[in-house]
Every structure is written in structure tokens, then in C-alpha cells.
């Protein structure tokens, strides 16, 4: 199995990384392609077989699947690029760009491929966490049958967690889980702060807040509710229910839902 991931910048880098990780693929076997010579070099830098090259067609040689992770204006011209060296009848591709439905890529795919071409594609979401095999991985599909999802759920499934869902929850998913990973980061960030004020220093207020999130999520992917949780580590009059009722106060909880639902809104 060889894979091609057209663009080798922060996603397409963080994919082929998580890739050569994995079990499924070796470094050797994963070609990067991209017109940045220092976007190449990049991954050139981490010691990897990675095979790198910033001509598309020769990229595109032997593999069996293409994962496109580039921009999405800069789709159209990259399948031109590509006209004649995609074969939709042996290669499967995944598409990582964000604002393009599945149904736009077959359009387009179409017209660089035949219109009486039927290629598998996959719509595939997953985060920057894809490069420490922590991604919530998204995955929505067309002309695919069950082995060929079941293939895209193994390769992504070796970098973190996938879903398979019907496309109308694509924005809903970047709104929950690829903006998300900034909404933690950003409590874990005010949270450091917060202890630094407390009188730990940055160091040491870096270590509590990562143990103490990574201690959360471990409890609750027992499948307890948060609130279950919640309501064990609350006590009357207690220090936590007096700290949570300060955040609601100023509109955590809200905030939260407010910022999710902005990005849902401009993600459709």
C-alpha cells in the first residue's frame, strides 16, 4: 500500500507523520507533494524516509491511495495539474479540505477524470492531534462499499478515534472537534494562568493543568456524564462548587456554547 498526500503543510505534515507512526504505512511508503520547497524541507528535517517532491504527476505514480490537503481554491487547479495521472478505478481519494462537500469534489473530479467515472471518495476531518495519534477523525463517503470505509477507518483509525457520518454533520463536527481543540487548549491556557496568580510557577502550572485535563478525560471516558463526575469532587459550601458557580456567573458555560455555534454557523 503507498500513499500520496497532496500538500506537506501543517495538516498534510501532521498526517503524514501520524501515518509513519502507525502500523498501517511506513515513511518510505508515503509520498508529500507540494510546490513549497521549505514546506518539503520541513518534514525532510525529522529524519523520516518520507519520499518528497514538488512534481504532482510523478507523485501520483503507484499509489493506491490520495489524500488532498491543500486549500480550498487551490483544489481545481491541483486536479488539472493531475489530469491524466489519477486513475479513479484502483485509487481512493480522501479529501481533508474543509469547505469542500464531497458531492463538489466529484464535480470536479469528474471533469479531469471522465464524466462517466464513478471514483470512491472519502470526505475525511481529523485535527492537528492526527501527528500524536490523538485526532477525533471524521469520515463521510461516496461510491465507497463496506471494505473500502473499513480501509479508511484503519488508516485513520491509527491516529486517534474516527467517526463515520453522513456529510450534513460535517460542520458540526469541525465546530465540535477540529475548532475544539483550540476551545481546550484556550481553558488550558486561562487555567495556567490562573494557577501561575495562585503562586505556582509557569512550569510547574503547565504540568497540573495537562495531568489534571488528562485526569478528566480519563474519567469520563469510563462513559460517566460530566455531570456525574461533577457531582462527585462538589461538596456544600465547598471550594469547587464556589469556583464553578463563579465561571457560570461569567458565562462559561455559555461562552462555550456560543463559540461552537459561531463556528458551526460559518462552517456550513
Given at each position: ?37 521549505s514546506?518539503?524541507?520541513r ?44 486513475d ?16 463538489a469534489l ?48 484503519r ?35 486561562a ?20 495531568q ?7 474519567l469520563l ?6 455531570e ?38 460559518n462552517s456550513?
Amino acid at each position: 500500500m503507498k500513499a500520496t498526500i497532496i500538500g506537506a503543510g501543517n495538516l498534510g505534515g501532521a498526517i503524514a507523520r501520524g501515518l509513519a507512526k502507525g502500523t498501517f504505512l511506513k515513511a518510505e511508503e508515503i509520498t508529500c507533494v507540494d510546490p513549497n520547497p521549505s514546506a518539503l524541507e520541513r518534514l525532510a528535517s525529522l529524519g523520516l524516509p518520507f519520499n518528497t517532491t514538488r512534481d504532482l504527476k510523478k507523485s501520483l505514480v503507484g499509489a493506491d491511495i490520495i489524500i488532498l490537503a491543500v486549500k480550498e481554491q487551490a483544489v481545481p487547479s491541483v486536479l488539472e495539474d493531475a489530469r491524466g495521472a489519477i486513475d479513479p478505478r484502483r485509487q481512493l481519494l480522501f479529501s481533508t479540505v474543509a469547505g469542500l462537500s464531497i458531492d463538489a469534489l466529484e464535480e470536479m473530479t469528474a471533469r479531469v477524470c471522465g464524466d462517466d467515472t464513478r471514483p470512491v471518495l472519502f470526505r475525511v476531518m481529523p485535527n492537528i492531534a492526527v501527528s500524536v495519534g490523538e485526532s477525533m477523525t471524521f469520515i463521510s463517503s461516496l461510491n465507497a462499499n463496506a471494505d473500502q470505509t473499513k480501509l479508511a477507518e484503519r488508516i485513520f483509525g491509527e491516529m486517534g478515534r474516527t467517526m463515520v457520518i453522513p456529510e450534513r454533520l460535517m460542520p458540526a463536527a469541525m465546530a465540535v472537534a477540529s475548532c475544539g481543540l483550540a476551545y481546550a487548549m484556550r481553558y488550558v491556557r486561562a487555567a495556567m494562568n490562573g494557577a501561575v496568580e495562585a503562586g505556582f510557577s509557569a512550569a510547574e502550572a503547565h504540568d497540573v493543568v495537562l495531568q489534571t485535563v488528562k485526569g478528566a478525560v480519563d474519567l469520563l471516558a469510563r462513559g460517566e456524564h460530566p455531570e456525574a463526575e461533577i457531582d462527585r469532587v462538589t461538596s456544600p459550601g465547598g471550594y469547587t462548587i464556589r469556583g464553578l458557580n463563579a465561571m457560570e456567573e461569567k458565562g462559561f458555560s455559555s461562552a462555550v456554547v456560543a463559540g461552537i455555534r459561531e463556528s458551526y454557523k460559518n462552517s456550513r
